[in-house]
C-alpha cells in the first residue's frame, strides 16, 4: 500500500530537484526523505528517483507515479474539504503568502472585509516573492499564494493547483528627471535602447516582464544595477543611474519627486497576479472565503 505523505515527498523532491532543497521545504532530515523515497521505491517495485551531482530527476516510472500523485493528493485536499464543511468550518486559520505590493493592493483589504463577514476565520499573512509563493503551497507552507504569472510558473492546466485570477497591472517607465525623453508623455521601450538600466535579480517575476518586454521592443535587457526594492529602484534612478520598468501599484505612495515617470507607448508591459491554492482545497469552507474577499478586493481589475 502506497502512503500518501510519500506521494507528497516525491512531488516536493520533482519540484525542487534536489533531496535537500525537499528536505527544507518539508522541514525534514534529507536523511528522512532519503529513507521515504527508498520506502516508495519499494512499496511499487520501482526505481524512481535519479541522482547526480546535478541534483534529483525523476526516473520514467517516478514521472507515471507523479501524475497518478497529483490526483491522489487533490483528491484527498476534496476530502478534507468536504469533512471541515461537515464540521461548520466555519472557524479556523488560514495562511497566505503574497509579495509586497499584493498585500497591500488586496490581501490588507480582504482582511478588512473577511472580519466583517467571516469573523471566525484568522488571516496570517507572510511575505514572500510572487515565485516563491506557489512552491509554499505546495509544500503545504501556506494554504494560499498571491502569486505573479512568470516564465516557468504552474500554468491554468496545472494538476497540483488552482488558480484565481486576481487582477493585471501595467508596468511604467521610471526616468531620471533630465532624461531627454522625459518631456513627452509616452515612452517607447525602443528608445531606452542604449541606456544603462536596473532591473530586479534574475528570478524575480519582474525581471522576467522587464526581459520579456525589452526583446519585444528589439534588445536585450541588460541591466547595470539591480534591486527587489522598488524603493531602492526609484532612488537610483534619481540618482541619474539608469532607467526602470517599475510595477504601476509599486509607485503608489512613493515619494517620487526625483523622477519622471511615464506610461509606455505601445505593447505595454504587464504583472498578472493570481491567487493559487492545492488543487481540491478551492472549495474548503475556511480557504474559499479567503479566495472570495481577494477576489473582491482586486474587483474590476480581475
Not at 1 to 25: C, F, K, N, Q, Y
Not at 26 to 35: D, E, G, N, W
Not at 43 to 66: C, F, K, M, N, Y
Not at 129 to 158: F, H, I, K, N, T
Request: proline content about 6%.
Amino acid at each position: 500500500m502506497i502512503e500518501a505523505r510519500r506521494l507528497h515527498i516525491l512531488r516536493a523532491v520533482a519540484d525542487h530537484r534536489t533531496v535537500t532543497a525537499a528536505a527544507a521545504a518539508l522541514y525534514l532530515t534529507p536523511s528522512a526523505v532519503s529513507q521515504q523515497l527508498a520506502a516508495l521505491e519499494q512499496e511499487t517495485g520501482h526505481r524512481l528517483v535519479d541522482r547526480s551531482a546535478r541534483g534529483a530527476r525523476l526516473t520514467p516510472a517516478g514521472e507515471i507515479l507523479l501524475s497518478h500523485a497529483n490526483a491522489v493528493l487533490a483528491q484527498l485536499e476534496r476530502a478534507e474539504a468536504e469533512l471541515a464543511a461537515y464540521d461548520s468550518g466555519d472557524a479556523g486559520t488560514v495562511t497566505v503568502a503574497a509579495f509586497a505590493t499584493g498585500i497591500g493592493l488586496v490581501v490588507a483589504p480582504a482582511l478588512t472585509a473577511l472580519a466583517r463577514t467571516a469573523p471566525g476565520i484568522r488571516v496570517r499573512v507572510r511575505d514572500a516573492e510572487g515565485d516563491e509563493s506557489l512552491l509554499m503551497v505546495l509544500d503545504r507552507q501556506v494554504d494560499v499564494a498571491v502569486a505573479v504569472e512568470y516564465r516557468g510558473a504552474p500554468g491554468e492546466d496545472d494538476p497540483r493547483l488552482t488558480r484565481v485570477p486576481l487582477y493585471a497591472e501595467p508596468f511604467d517607465a521610471v526616468l531620471p528627471p533630465g532624461h531627454p525623453l522625459a518631456a513627452g508623455e509616452r515612452v517607447a521601450l525602443g528608445d531606452l535602447a542604449k541606456d544603462a538600466w536596473i532591473g530586479q535579480s534574475a528570478g524575480n517575476p519582474c525581471h522576467d516582464v522587464t526581459v520579456l518586454a525589452c526583446e519585444y521592443a528589439g534588445f536585450t535587457f541588460d541591466p547595470e544595477h539591480s534591486s527587489d526594492d522598488f524603493r531602492a529602484v526609484v532612488a537610483l534612478a534619481s540618482a541619474s543611474a539608469g532607467v526602470a520598468l517599475v510595477p504601476r501599484s509599486a509607485l503608489r505612495g512613493m515619494e517620487l519627486g526625483g523622477v519622471v515617470v511615464r506610461p509606455i507607448e505601445g505593447v505595454v508591459p504587464t504583472r498578472r497576479v493570481f491567487a493559487a491554492v492545492r488543487r481540491g482545497a478551492e472549495d474548503h469552507p475556511l480557504i474559499r472565503p479567503v479566495l472570495g474577499a481577494l477576489g473582491d478586493a482586486a474587483g474590476p481589475r480581475a
